[in-house]
């Protein structure tokens, strides 16, 4: 059996996911229990208890959801979708726990002047942050305006220098890797979400950038946020893990004994709302009751990660270099059995 580094993998012939890799744990850990892994980390100049950043999907972030994950020491994204921002922006909303808020690239100048009045981070909403007018913009807001600007998303490093001469603080890394995302079959264009982030990864390093990394899209467990980090990611952008709880906009549905909510992607027909080029999908997921109990299964199962890898921290679980590639059969050896 062969132990890969990050370097190993990024130069791996084929296009790798978080299903095809999995931690060699090769040191004895000092750690005796979880609860001795330190989960809080600092991202954008915001102090985390964890590094997960919810996405600003309309059927994920509303100012509930912000507001919940801000309690939790996480960071979420207020969609720009949201029928509460015109409250929000009269002040008939508490600005309380909204500490990031996605925007269209035609957002108006006065609009993000009234966001980065209580939002310290602004998010730039697009499919393809490889893009003369996303740059244009990222450009326009860090001129003008005291904030940390995040772009999306990217599929590799190849560009990286670019965004970040355009002032770029944050990227999201993956293009069709989510799973109401129809992206990659429409277009034909993404790779892997393992790949996709030690490409972006290894440009950042190569040429020493300072911008920090998002791993946007195919996280369906708390194994994959850890795997994500030890990657590279300095944060980790979730969307269907978050879907489907109490705090999600939308009301539950009851159907066939059973409790759901809505989950789309951004480019949905649900979201246009017209009939144009559609690269998202609707679904519906179970409900999951409140947000907290998400949060608190990512957080046992991130740190019960770092305490095999014997590590006591985001950094040193950041340092992590032992990995394997799967067969297809040792994959599904994995999984519960029935």
Not at 9 to 29: E, G, Q
Not at 45 to 58: A, E, N, T
Not at 285 to 310: F, H
Request: contains cysteine; charged residues 20%; proline residues 3%.
């Amino acid at each position: 059996m062969k132990i890969y580094s990050k370097k190993d993998l990024s130069n791996y012939d084929l296009s790798l996911t978080y299903d095809d890799i999995s931690f060699v744990p090769t040191k004895i850990s000092a750690i005796r229990s979880r609860v001795e892994a330190k989960t809080n980390t600092n991202f954008l100049d915001i102090d985390l208890g964890m590094p997960v950043v919810s996405s600003p999907m309309d059927s994920v972030t509303g100012i509930k959801m912000a507001q919940a994950l801000n309690d939790l020491g996480c960071l979420g994204v207020l969609n720009r979708f949201d029928s509460s921002l015109e409250n929000l922006l009269n002040g008939n909303v508490p600005h309380s726990g909204i500490r990031s808020v996605s925007i269209a690239l035609n957002a108006p100048k006065d609009l993000i002047s009234k966001l980065t009045e209580f939002a310290g981070v602004i998010c730039i909403d697009t499919a393809n942050a490889a893009n003369k007018t996303v740059l244009q913009k990222c450009e326009e807001i860090k001129n003008n305006f005291n904030v940390k600007v995040m772009v999306g998303n990217v599929a590799c490093g190849a560009n990286l220098k670019d965004l970040v001469n355009a002032g770029a603080d944050a990227v999201r890394i993956g293009i069709g890797g989510g799973s109401v995302c129809t992206t990659s079959i429409q277009t034909g264009i993404g790779i892997g979400q393992v790949s996709s982030l030690l490409d972006v990864y290894f440009a950042r390093e190569s040429e020493k950038l300072n911008i920090e990394l998002i791993a946007d899209g195919g996280i369906k467990s708390p194994g994959d946020v850890a795997k994500a980090i030890a990657l590279g990611a300095d944060a980790v952008m979730l969307g269907r893990m978050l879907a489907g709880t109490k705090e999600t906009p939308g009301e539950v549905i009851k159907y066939a004994d059973q409790l759901w909510k809505k989950y789309r992607g951004s480019s949905s027909f649900g979201v246009k709302m017209k009939n144009e080029f559609i690269e998202g999908e609707e679904t519906m997921v179970p409900y999951k009751g409140t947000v907290k109990n998400v949060i608190d299964g990512i957080s046992d199962g991130l740190r019960s990660a770092m305490s095999y890898m014997n590590c006591k921290s985001i950094n040193e679980l950041k340092q992590v270099n032992s990995f394997v590639i799967l067969s297809n059969s040792s994959y599904l050896e994995r999984l519960p059995k029935k």
